[in-house]
């Protein structure tokens, strides 16, 4: 989509830290990572946020959790642990309006909000 900062990391006119990429999704480093290890999961489908996903949409959601616990086992945090959050519209804090997942993990990670 025109003017989103995440489809242009996808289609490299900006540049980011990959660690993950296939023909749907792509996973990069964030670029102020609120944990030792702080990757960002996107589909490179644009979707604005989890309040726009469609029907058709899920599997690929289905398929980004797999594609997290890949990332975890080839970083060596599966076992450890890790936290996925999904930041959604104003309310939820969102900023950049591309779905995206953060994937935090590296410590024991304090500040939970729920549990
Ligand atoms: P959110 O507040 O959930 O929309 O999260 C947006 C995230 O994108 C923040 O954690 C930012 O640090 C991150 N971010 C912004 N610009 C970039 C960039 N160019 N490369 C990597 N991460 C970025
Ligand atoms: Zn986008």
Redesign the pocket.
């Known amino acids: 989509m025109e003017g989103c900062?995440f489809c242009k990391?996808i289609k490299g006119e900006?540049p980011?830290?990959k660690v993950y990429e296939d023909d749907e999704i792509l996973a990069?480093?964030?670029?102020?990572p609120?944990a030792p290890i702080?990757i960002?999961v996107i589909p490179k489908k644009h979707i604005d946020s989890l309040a726009q996903l469609e029907k058709q949409d899920e599997a690929l959601i289905g398929r980004i959790y797999g594609v997290i616990n890949k990332i975890a086992e080839e970083q060596d945090f599966l076992d450890k642990g890790y936290r996925v959050?999904?930041?959604c519209g104003k309310d939820g804090?969102?900023?950049?309006?591309h779905l995206?997942f953060?994937v935090l993990a590296g410590k024991e990670l304090g500040g939970k909000i729920v549990g």
């Open positions: 900062l990391i900006i980011s830290d990069f480093k964030d670029i102020k609120a702080h960002l959050i999904v930041n804090g969102q900023e950049v309006m995206h953060h």
